[in-house]
């Protein structure tokens, strides 16, 4: 049976005195559960074990008359369908009337499901209506040794019903049925989307680095400490380069005084000379004067410390450069997910995703892609691209840079069997191509 199938009935229009058949022949039919009778058609019902749907009935009744192609009727979370099936000759051979939940399907998926059946059945009953006619015609004869009376027709009653019997409870029947089910479900239309991993970052991010080559003096912050701007995070030592300071300016003043002596005494050349040391000896005093300056490294922006754990380092040397701190806002992020290679086609600005983080399983973000980025990385023989996302998040978020999750990306419907597939259906191409002459 479909799946998600409240009720069916199946209706045979028959000639009203085809109805008046003797009781003793409907005790002995096969499935004499499941046929009841009305006053001009003959119809069948599933499920046997509980009254008829009365409801249905009456659908199947009027859609029947009305010889609809396909009649559909959707209330209360239920699919009502009634379409007539048809043999190889294109002659109507009985009207097939379900109703079905639907909660789990669309009208779309539904249809598609009732058109197979109902071609599967007609073919099915116009293969079985020869074969089963002798056999109704045996059970008849068996039952009714006493009586002449009932013709040619009733025989066909019988076998109609033991064929009803065999299209429902064959095994090769409910194998092909669920085939043909599963054929269609492959065509069922589904939000197609992609996972990819998700790292949440500042907005923007401030880096600190060493503005020379010295050695750290005291640390003042750690990771996660809140920072405000122009704050002192760390010290230098300039032992070494106020030592250096005291000896250029003492120079400095040598030579300035040189300088005026020779221009008192009107040795222009000796001035000349003088005046080209102290052009010389001046920048590298500037030059002192601001690494001292430098010395006190702060925070250009209000944010949170994020990386740069200095507190093991004091006393120890550093380079010109070294990257020490780095800072973003505590209350703006974006998001930088990893895209496969194979991935990157369907992906497009403006595009939603829902995240995850591994922190917060219980809590899902909306973000929004950014135009996808050229920058790409190798990781196990595999690209990755970096694709940038938007977050809005309310105030006070237990959201921290750093924080690591899964992002699941809506690139649009696809078919159920196209998703399944796709994948090996790119391999094939490739492989094909790689191998085409």
């Not at 701007?229 to 300016?249: G, P, W």
């Not at 001046?282 to 754990?309: F, H, R, W, Y």
Request: glycine share 4%; aromatic share 8%; hydrophobic share 40%.
């Amino acid at each position: 049976m479909i799946p998600d199938t409240i009720s069916a009935i199946i209706i045979f229009p028959k000639a009203a005195h085809k109805l008046n058949v003797h009781n003793n022949l409907a005790k002995n039919l096969p499935d004499q559960e499941v046929i009841s009778r009305s006053s001009d058609v003959e119809f069948l019902t599933w499920p046997a074990d509980l009254p008829v749907d009365t409801q249905l009935l009456e659908f199947a009744q009027f859609s029947a008359t009305q010889n609809n192609a396909l009649s559909c009727v959707h209330e209360n979370h239920l699919f009502t369908f009634s379409l007539p099936v048809r043999n190889s000759e294109n002659h109507i051979v009985c009207h097939l009337s379900i109703k079905l939940s639907s909660e789990n399907q669309t009208k779309e998926s539904a249809v598609r499901v009732i058109e197979w059946a109902a071609i599967w059945l007609g073919q099915l009953l116009e293969q079985k209506q020869n074969n089963n006619l002798l056999s109704a015609q045996k059970i008849g004869s068996d039952v009714l040794d006493d009586s002449d009376s009932i013709s040619q027709q009733t025989h066909e009653e019988v076998a109609e019903k033991k064929l009803f019997s065999d299209v429902f409870c064959q095994p090769y029947s409910k194998w092909l049925l669920a085939a043909v089910i599963i054929i269609a479900l492959l065509f069922v239309p589904i939000n197609y989307r992609i996972s990819a991993s998700a790292t949440l970052k500042g907005k923007i991010e401030s880096s600190v680095i060493a503005p020379f080559n010295g050695f750290i003096k005291e640390v003042l912050v750690k990771p996660g400490d809140k920072v405000d701007v122009a704050q002192v995070l760390a010290s230098l030592d300039v032992t070494n380069i106020t030592l250096k300071l005291d000896k250029l300016q003492g120079d400095h003043q040598e030579k300035q005084k040189m300088y005026r002596r020779a221009l008192v005494e009107g040795e222009r050349g000796s001035a000349e000379i003088y005046k080209t040391q102290l052009s010389q000896i001046q920048p590298n005093i500037d030059l002192a004067q601001q690494d001292i300056n430098n010395s006190k490294l702060k925070s250009l922006i209000k944010g949170t410390i994020i990386e740069g754990d200095l507190r093991d380092f004091i006393g120890k040397p550093i380079n010109k450069g070294d990257l020490l701190f780095k800072i973003a806002p505590s209350d703006q992020f974006r998001v930088v997910l990893d895209i496969k290679e194979s991935y990157i086609r369907f992906i497009d600005r403006g595009q939603l995703a829902s995240l995850k983080l591994g922190s917060l399983p219980n809590s899902e973000q909306i973000i929004t892609l950014h135009k996808p980025s050229p920058i790409f990385i190798e990781e196990n023989n595999q690209l990755i691209y970096k694709v940038e996302a938007s977050l809005d998040i309310e105030k006070n978020a237990l959201f921290a840079p750093g924080m690591a999750g899964i992002a699941k990306i809506n690139v649009g419907s696809a078919s159920i069997g196209w998703y399944l597939f796709h994948h090996f259906s790119d391999w094939i191409q490739m492989n094909w191509w790689s191998f085409k002459p």
